[in-house]
């Protein structure tokens, strides 16, 4: 019997190797290289072809101007998030990687999605649980869909059969890693799987203009588990994230040829499935009615959507050596450099103190603006004093502790007037803005010193 060639792929970046290696020389990651079967590359792909019956023709060139434009018809789906997210809808043929940590709620926003698309054909092929577990998921979304169609199958061959005979408006693939092709020995979740798959699927996308949403797993970094190539290979990436100890959600798009990457989708988990909300800011502001020291909220901005936040600071004495700096939700090192600013301008002293800082509703915000309320919660707990309500943040602060401009201003001071903000602290350089357009006092300031002399001092 012929020796079976084998070769080393590395699991991270899909780097080739004759031989085993402890360290990636590509992506220098550890222990990543899993030993595959070498298919004869003519070999492969005949049988493929025969397998999913998908042949790719020979084209020719034609030039730009004579290729008629169509006019593309999206498929809009009863979930408002996710259309706004794909960029307006569903595109026919277009391929959707969706990706996020296990539990987050990936299988069940797709269920709710196929469910609720009533009059189309739908397939949802689901390599990772029963029909029965499935049914009870649908039961606990509780809408009734006869054109929803359940298979529970890993082998492509198998999956592509059933695509031929059902024809479905919509597919849905849970998850990608799950799927195997018998062309290939190699296990399920290989490099060489993933990308089989995914190529197959893309062309029966291609060919039969049939969108197709696949559901990625990701790996411990926070990565879409296999090659980068995936997502290369799709049209639209989405990330959907949030703490599964908390029950919002966000659908973020990565990477989108039909939209801008700038969208956000908001989701509430709730015993009967995820809530879609559109009204974010209200639910993220906690109603109490008594002033607490170590609040304030910030007016900041996530992908194109105002969202006005609640962020939380402890100050207190270190009861060991060393003291303790924790932040959840906010960048850690942003946290070190602002306290070193408020030594340095103001004159605190954090260094026998513990600090904490925390973002409602287990959200992680990037929106450099949330600094300067991050700032005021800090300076609230340590002086004890409170942040008088319905006052809010947006400026981002340098090193030396100026508070800088941020984009989408008059957005931020829309939403925050919309929701009964009185007052609004924002940098000085924001000039040129017509403070009378709105409805809340406009406060400029242009240091962090300034903002303590005006909230803090007594
Ligand atoms: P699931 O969609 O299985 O996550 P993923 O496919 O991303 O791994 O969702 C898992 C969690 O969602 C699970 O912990 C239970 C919770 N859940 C609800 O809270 N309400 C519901 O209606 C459903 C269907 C799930
Ligand atoms: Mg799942």
């Known amino acids: 019997m012929a020796k079976v060639k084998t070769r080393y792929i590395c699991q991270n970046c899909g780097t080739t190797s004759p031989k085993w290696m402890g360290k990636c020389t590509n992506c220098n990651e550890w222990e990543t290289y899993v030993e595959e079967v070498v298919q004869p590359k003519s070999k492969a792909s005949t049988k493929q072809q025969q397998l999913t019956g998908i042949v790719s023709p020979t084209k020719k060139a034609v030039s730009i101007s004579r290729i008629e434009s169509i006019e593309e ?11 706004r997210v794909l960029g307006g809808g569903i595109v026919p043929g277009g391929i959707v990687l969706i990706g996020g940590e296990p539990g987050i709620g990936k299988s069940t926003l797709m ?12 397939l949802y092929v689901s390599g990772e649980e029963s029909a029965q577990q499935i049914k009870l998921r649908a039961d606990r979304i509780g809408v009734k869909n006869h ?3 359940i298979l529970t199958e890993t082998n492509l061959y198998n999956v592509f059969q059933q695509l031929k005979s059902i024809q479905p408006q919509l597919c849905i693939i849970d998850s990608i890693q799950t799927l195997q092709s018998p062309t290939l020995e190699s296990t399920a979740g290989s490099v060489s799987q993933i990308r089989e798959c995914a190529s197959a699927l893309q062309q029966y996308a291609k060919q039969y203009n049939v969108p197709i949403f696949l559901i990625g797993h990701i790996t411990k970094e926070g990565t879409i588990a296999g090659p980068k190539i995936l997502e290369h290979m799709v049209d639209t990436v989405l990330q959907f994230e949030g703490d599964t100890h908390y029950s919002y959600r966000l659908l973020r798009t990565k990477k989108n040829r039909f939209g801008s990457t700038a969208e956000l989708g908001i989701y509430e988990m709730l015993h009967n499935g995820l809530r879609q909300v559109s009204n974010p800011s209200e639910l993220l502001i906690s109603e109490t009615n008594q002033e607490l020291s170590g609040i ?3 007016a900041t901005i996530e992908g194109l959507r105002p969202l006005l936040i609640e962020t939380q600071a402890l100050v207190s004495r270190s009861a060991y050596g060393t003291p ?9 090192r942003r946290l070190n450099m602002l ?7 103001c004159g605190f002293r954090f260094g026998d103190k513990d600090v904490f800082v925390n973002i409602a509703g287990g959200i992680k915000v990037e929106d450099p603006a949330i600094d300067l309320s991050i700032i005021c919660a800090l300076l609230s707990s340590f002086e004890d004093v409170c942040v008088p309500q319905r006052v809010c943040f947006a400026g981002e602060v340098g090193l030396s502790g100026e508070v800088r401009s941020v984009n989408r201003i008059e957005q931020r001071l829309l939403e925050a007037d919309k929701l009964g903000f009185k007052r609004m602290f924002i940098s000085a350089n924001h000039k040129g803005l017509d403070a009378k357009k709105y409805g809340l006092e406009i406060v400029f300031v242009s240091t962090v010193e300034k903002v303590y002399e005006l909230l803090f001092k007594l």
Not at 74 to 83: F, P
Not at 324 to 332: L, P, W
Not at 340 to 345: D, F, G, I, M, S
């Open 73 to 83: 018809k999206r498929l809009l789906t009863n979930d408002e998030e996710l259309n």
């Open 111 to 122: 269920l709710q999605i196929a469910v609720h698309l009533q009059n189309h054909k739908i």
């Open 147 to 149: 054109n929803c169609l």
């Open 296 to 298: 304030s909220i910030a």
């Open 324 to 332: 303790q700096r924790s932040a959840t939700g906010f960048d850690s």
């Open 339 to 345: 306290l070193a600013v408020l030594e340095k301008r």
